[in-house]
């Protein structure tokens, strides 16, 4: 079930007939029909539906940093 704009029918519309297609550069869309006046109806879907890895460093592995031990700390009790 998508929803599309007729641009005959100058409104929103269910698209009729959808399927989904892909688009050479990788995007999503539904193309169908107008179930009023029939008029082919194109609705291009957000590009990425899966999150890509742009979050991939999360998993870093943890660094052998140097220890600073060097400074005491103050224990003014
Ligand atoms: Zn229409």
């Known amino acids: 079930m998508a929803e599309g704009y007729c641009v005959k029918c100058k409104s929103k ?20 029909k107008c179930p009023t006046c029939g008029v082919v109806m194109f609705k291009i879907l957000g590009g990425k539906n899966a999150p890509a890895e742009v979050s991939s460093k999360t998993a870093l592995p943890p660094q052998p940093a140097k220890l600073s031990l060097s400074e005491p700390s103050q224990a003014s009790n």
Do not use: T
């Not at 519309?13 to 193309?31: F, P, Q, S, Y």
């Open 13 to 32: 519309k269910e698209i009729a007939d959808a399927v989904e297609e892909l688009m050479k550069n990788g995007r999503k869309a539904i193309k169908g």
